[in-house]
């Protein structure tokens, strides 16, 4: 990647950038449906999507500024994702995975970054074993379908959410609060994160890296948050956690786009954005 880019543009991917089949919100008659690109396959299937006009004006984009992607996902879930690019093959040079907790170069987990956030973590938060462990105790199996650990970082679980238990997930916020970690409801999925393991900490590494004058930004949950706040310019879509939530601030705009809709408006403004159009 050419060094003279300025703009670097760093964006969350599920409900974000690309779309699960039951996150797609496609509201017109099939037969006005925009073309779709599958940019995952998982088990032998297309799993996650982009309407083939975010897919070129990704490339574009990735032509004329640092593109990071920031997920949550583990580094082997990111690496199902084969994101449109300025040419066959292309890899984003920096990566950011698990929260925060991985930061990739060329596609490679850098160590050096790695312990960096540990130690960090380290420091501040409760350690993993004792959030599991709440977890185990506090979730119910009637509602809850798979308790993972993530990375060795964090933990999460598949719920049902109409039969959640009401309060359950404030009083879980709070008892995590407590102990240095952050919970996070997306989809069906409950995140409980320790709060130094952020998006906005390997993005500073990258800009730091990268020499970035301008950062743009773009997710929908509240682990996103964070990532928006420490961008120059942000969008999140209108529908997820911040949006459910109402949730806006100074340089952040809040879209009427839902669905894979809102994940090509988002790529137009990003694009806009580094052309200096804003």
């Not at 993993?128 to 060795?152: I, K, N, P, Y």
């Not at 949006?243 to 403004?269: F, H, M, N, Q």
Request: glycine residues 10%.
């Amino acid at each position: 990647m050419p060094a003279r880019l300025s703009s670097l543009v760093v964006s969350d991917l599920d409900r974000t950038l690309v779309y699960s089949n039951q996150a797609l919100a496609l509201t017109a008659p099939d037969r006005h449906a925009p073309r779709l690109l599958s940019v995952e396959v998982y088990e032998g299937r297309a799993h996650s999507f982009v309407t083939e006009r975010a897919a070129a004006l990704l490339a574009e984009l990735a032509r004329e500024a640092w593109f990071v992607p920031a997920t949550t996902r583990t580094v082997e879930q990111y690496e199902r994702v084969n994101l449109p690019g300025p040419q066959q093959g292309w890899t984003p040079a920096y990566a950011i995975c698990a929260n925060g907790g991985q930061l990739l170069v060329d596609g490679v987990p850098d160590g050096d970054w790695r312990a960096e956030i540990t130690g960090r973590v380290a420091a501040a938060s409760a350690p993993l074993a004792e959030v599991v462990d709440r977890l185990a105790l506090g979730a119910d199996q009637e509602w809850v379908h798979r308790r993972r650990v993530a990375d060795g970082s964090f933990v999460y679980c598949v719920v049902e959410r109409a039969r959640m238990p009401a309060g359950w997930l404030d009083d879980l916020a709070g008892w995590c609060a407590e102990r240095g970690w952050t919970v996070s409801l997306q989809g069906r999925k409950v995140y409980a994160v320790p709060a130094g393991l952020t998006k906005s900490a390997a993005l500073a590494e990258v800009v730091r890296r990268t020499g970035a004058g301008t950062v743009l930004a773009a997710g929908d949950s509240l682990l996103d948050a964070d990532l928006l706040l420490a961008a120059d310019a942000a969008w999140r879509p209108g529908h997820g956690e911040l949006a459910d939530r109402g949730w806006t601030a100074p340089g952040v705009t809040a879209l009427a786009e839902t669905g894979v809709a809102a994940g090509e408006e988002i790529v137009r403004r990003f694009l806009a954005g580094v052309r200096g159009a804003l």
